[in-house]
């Protein structure tokens, strides 16, 4: 386990963000975890994204920019399924000492999680084009 755990944080690299003795839990969690997975495993988000317009008809691909961004929130925020596939996949980059952090707040991770991966895709709009 301890093996897996090193391996996990050489792959993800340092941390993105600072983290002070004032950092509350979550912005800790959030810059000590949180934000280098997310990079890590960006370009997968962006091509699950693209599956993900494709299987909905495409409507995505002609949509203003702001319809864009608008449809990107709400795709992450209101289909369960999705989220929850986006949500794995961050999670499986956690140690165990990290998801045993994660489950003591769950819910507060979580919304900052999606947030933060909203957040990411909406920066990265232009990338975000049918192959």
Do not use: C, H, W
């Not at 890590?40 to 702001?66: E, S």
């Amino acid at each position: 386990m301890e093996n897996r755990d090193s391996e996990i944080f050489d792959l993800r690299g340092g941390v993105l963000g600072s983290v002070t003795p004032q950092s509350s839990p979550e912005e800790a969690f959030q810059n000590i975890t949180l934000r280098p997975i997310l990079k890590l495993q960006n370009d997968l988000f962006v091509q699950v994204f693209i599956n993900y317009a494709i299987k909905q008809k495409n409507v995505y691909f002609a949509l203003t920019v702001d319809k864009k961004m608008n449809y990107i929130e709400n795709s992450i925020q209101r289909d369960i399924k999705f989220r929850n596939l986006l949500k794995g996949m961050i999670i499986g980059f956690f140690t165990v000492n990290e998801f045993q952090e994660y489950i003591k707040n769950s819910s507060n991770l979580n919304k900052r999680m999606m947030n933060l991966l909203i957040e990411r895709l909406k920066s990265q709009i232009q990338l975000i084009e049918m192959e």
